[in-house]
C-alpha cells in the first residue's frame, strides 16, 4: 500500500473500533456474560447480557481502589526470599524483597493521593481498548486493501482507566523512515500517525487527553507493579520526581512520600543513571535481534537469530572479560553481571569457569 492507502486504512480502524469509545462502564475489571456462575456482577445497564468481573482481581468501582489493585499486584510478584537463587549482588542492582516492599508502600500512599488530581480524575473513565494494537493482528481486504476485515487478539483485553492507554503508540502509527522531508509536518508525524491522533479526538476523548499529559502524572501507575520485573530503581525514580514536582503538578496537600536528603538524592541518580544505562543496552540488543522482551522469533528466522545473538554475546564478552588490566576477579565480577543484566538465557554452561565459588 502506499501513502495514502495506509493512511485511509488506519481510519478504517479506528472507525472500527468506534463503538469501544461509546461504552459506558461503572467500574474496572473485565467483561464477562451475566450468566457465568462464578461472577457476581451485576448486568450492564446499557449493555444487558454483559457484566463486569474479576481482572486478577477486583473488580474495582473507583480510582483509588484501582490503585491498591496496582499495589496489590506489584507485591504479589515478589518471591519469598527462600526462593530467591540469584548471586546476592543481584539484589544490589534489583532490589531486596523488604525493598520491594516498603517501595511499594509508599507508593500505595502516592498513587492514592494522586488519584484525587482533577486531570487524573479527567482521564479515569472506565475504558475499553484492544491492549495489542498493531499490524500483526489486523487483517485487511486481499483486493481492497484499504477495507478491514478483521481484527485479531483480544484476549488479553480488559476495562482500565483511559490513561492506561495513554502510551500505546501501534506500529502503523509510528513515523516512517522513508516518508520524505517535504512531507512530514512540523511535529514530525507522518499521515498514519496524524489519522491515528483524530480517530482518538473524535471516539477516545478521554484517551487523547491523557496523552498529552504530562508524563509525571502517569509513570508512577505504569510502573507500580513491574518493579520486581524492572528492579525497584525506575519506580524509586518516579516516587522521588513526583515528590519533587508536587507542587508544581498541582496536587494538594503534602506530599505523603518524604523528600529524600541532598546526599540520598545524589546517591539514587548515580543509582538510576547505571539502571538508564542497562535498558539502553538491552534495548538495543532486542533492536538489533529485532526481538521483543520475551524473545519471540518465527521458527523460520530462530537459527538465524540465534547465531546472531551469539556473535552480540561474544561482542560483550571480548570487552567485558578481555583486555588489560583486566584480572579473574573482575572477569568473575563481569560475569555475574553479565547474567545477571543479559535480556536472555545464556547458552548452558557459558563461561562457567568464571562462575563465583
Not at 209 to 229: E, I, N, S, V
Request: charged share 25%; net charge negative.
Amino acid at each position: 500500500m502506499d501513502v495514502d492507502e495506509q493512511s485511509q486504512c488506519v481510519s478504517k480502524i479506528i472507525f472500527e473500533l468506534n463503538e469501544l469509545g461509546k461504552l459506558e462502564f461503572p467500574a474496572y475489571g473485565s467483561l464477562y456474560f451475566a450468566n457465568t456462575s462464578y461472577v457476581t456482577g451485576a448486568e450492564l445497564p446499557s449493555n444487558p447480557g454483559y457484566c463486569i468481573g474479576p481482572h486478577c482481581g477486583g473488580p474495582w468501582p473507583n480510582l483509588s481502589t484501582y490503585c491498591d489493585s496496582l499495589i496489590d499486584l506489584g507485591i504479589s510478584r515478589v518471591p519469598p526470599p527462600h526462593l530467591i537463587t540469584k548471586h546476592p549482588h543481584w539484589q544490589e542492582f534489583h532490589g531486596s524483597p523488604t525493598e520491594h516492599y516498603d517501595l511499594l508502600s509508599q507508593g500505595r500512599a502516592l498513587l492514592k493521593a494522586m488519584a484525587r488530581h482533577p486531570s487524573l480524575q479527567d482521564t479515569a473513565k472506565p475504558s475499553l481498548f484492544h491492549p495489542c494494537l498493531h499490524t500483526d493482528n489486523i487483517f485487511v481486504s486481499e483486493n481492497t486493501p484499504t477495507t478491514v476485515t478483521a481484527i485479531i487478539d483480544w484476549q488479553a483485553c480488559s476495562i482500565e482507566p483511559a490513561f492506561h492507554y495513554a502510551d500505546i503508540s501501534p506500529d502503523f502509527a509510528q513515523p516512517r523512515p522513508h516518508v520524505q522531508p517535504e512531507r512530514e509536518l512540523s511535529f514530525k508525524r507522518d499521515e498514519c500517525g496524524i489519522r491515528f491522533d483524530l480517530g482518538l479526538i473524535v471516539f477516545f476523548g478521554p484517551m487523547f487527553k491523557a496523552r498529552r499529559m504530562d508524563t509525571a502524572y502517569l509513570t508512577p501507575f505504569r510502573y507500580c507493579h513491574r518493579t520486581w520485573k524492572d528492579g525497584f530503581i525506575r519506580f524509586r525514580n518516579e516516587i522521588i520526581q513526583t515528590a519533587r514536582r508536587w507542587g508544581e503538578l498541582g496536587f494538594e496537600g503534602a506530599c505523603p512520600v518524604a523528600l529524600l536528603s541532598e546526599a540520598e538524592c545524589a546517591k539514587h541518580m548515580e543509582e538510576y543513571k547505571t539502571f538508564e544505562e542497562i535498558q539502553e543496552w538491552k534495548e538495543s540488543i532486542d533492536v538489533a535481534l529485532n526481538v521483543g522482551e520475551d524473545g519471540r522469533v518465527p521458527a523460520e528466522a530462530y537459527e538465524k537469530m540465534q547465531a546472531l545473538h551469539l556473535e552480540l554475546l561474544e561482542y560483550s564478552v571480548k570487552h567485558m572479560f578481555e583486555g588489560e588490566g583486566i584480572d579473574r576477579d573482575t572477569q568473575v565480577q563481569n560475569y555475574e553481571f553479565l547474567k545477571e543484566v543479559w535480556p536472555f538465557d545464556l547458552p548452558s554452561g557459558y563461561k562457567e569457569e568464571l562462575r563465583r565459588e
